[in-house]
C-alpha cells in the first residue's frame, strides 16, 4: 500500500482572511472557493500542497497551544532564513522563536499564522 500527500486542512473564523494571509505573505495561489457568503472553504495550492481553509462555525474550539498533540505545524522550506524571517518581521507577522540550527545543515524559525496556526521556516543545506 503508498500513500502521498493530498493536503492540509485548515479551520479559521475568516476563511478569507486566513487565504489572504497565506497568499500575500507566501505566494500562495487560490485554485477555488466553495460556497458563496460566507464562503465554506478557501482551495490554495501552497508551492504544491494543497492547503483546504475552512470557515469555522462559532462553537468550533481555538487552536490547542503548542507543543501540543496531533498536526502541530506546517514546515515551509526556504533557501535563505535570514532574509525570509526579515520578510515576515517586516510584514508584521508574529515570531514565536528566532532561527536555530537544529543540526547539521539544518536552520529553523517559526511565526504564527491566522488561528494560532504554527509555521515552521526552515533552510536546508544542500547535501
Known sequence: MQYACDHVHLRSRD???A???YIETFG???V???GDDPVERVVLDLGGLALFIEQAPAEINAAAATP???IEHIGLRTADIEAAMADLTARGVPVRTGITARGPGL???FVEGPDGALIEI???APS
Request: charged content about 45%; aromatic content about 4%.
Open 15 to 17: 476563511a478569507v482572511r
Open 19 to 21: 487565504a489572504r494571509f
Open 28 to 30: 500562495a495561489r487560490e
Open 32 to 34: 477555488k472557493r466553495v
Open 68 to 70: 501540543c498533540l496531533g
Open 107 to 109: 536552520r529553523i524559525a
Open 122 to 124: 526552515l533552510e536546508r
